[in-house]
């Protein structure tokens, strides 16, 4: 798993001095589900899964991965703020490797104006396969002041970067303001499907494809 926030590509060259002092605060909840047994049933309904997970400490699950200066912990070590300047922003990822699992994060993103700013958290498999790699994303796409902000949903598998890749994406606009207080996003994988839940909500539920 990896979390970042970082400059939209196309907006890059765009307001830039806008950015500083942006910040985003992360608490990064983790359970791996077993390969077998029920790893490959659908929640009950009720049933809530971030409720039944522990936060753990940074430390016990995550690396840098960029932008070390970058990240400040909290005393218990179970939140992490993240924020961006002109001059960079920031990622980490996980120590472990995971074939299947539920994977959360706590965000509560930057206000103000974010345009051309991408929070985010994936599963890929980069560092295996480079250039030919798999991701499952969940992406805050920043805004203007008075517009919603966009939950964008990626699942591809063979992303090559020439525009081969087997896959889709899907945007919801928020129904909340996920600036104003921390709201739950989540990837349950299993060897069957692929579901994307807010808050426990289920916002997309996408069939998993035979090579994930």
Not at 58 to 74: D, I, K, M, R, V
Not at 115 to 122: D, M, P, Q, S
Not at 167 to 180: I, K, V, Y
């Amino acid at each position: 798993m990896v979390m970042e926030i970082k400059k939209k590509q196309a907006a890059a060259n765009h307001g830039g001095s806008r950015f500083v002092g942006c910040n985003l605060v992360v608490v990064v909840v983790m359970v791996v589900a077993c390969s077998g047994g029920g790893a490959g049933a659908q929640p009950s309904p009720g049933y809530y899964p971030s409720r039944a997970t522990r936060s753990m400490e940074f430390g016990e699950g995550y690396s840098n991965l960029w932008g070390a200066q970058h990240q400040t912990l909290s005393p218990d070590h179970r939140a992490l703020t993240v924020w961006m300047d002109r001059s960079s922003g920031s990622g980490f990822k996980s120590k472990r490797s995971y074939r299947n699992g539920y994977f959360g994060a706590s965000i509560k993103v930057p206000s103000g104006y974010t345009a051309g700013v991408n929070t985010a958290f994936y599963l890929s498999n980069n560092e295996l396969y480079p250039g030919q790699h798999d991701e499952i994303d969940v992406e805050l796409l920043g805004t203007v002041p008075g517009e919603p902000w966009t939950l964008q949903t990626n699942v591809y598998v063979h992303g090559t970067g020439d525009g081969t890749i087997i896959g889709r994406e899907m945007r919801f606009h928020l129904w909340f303001d996920p600036t104003a207080d921390f709201h739950h996003y989540a990837i349950l994988w299993n060897p069957d499907q692929i579901v994307f839940l807010v808050d426990d909500d289920y916002s997309r539920n996408h069939a998993n494809y035979p090579e994930c």
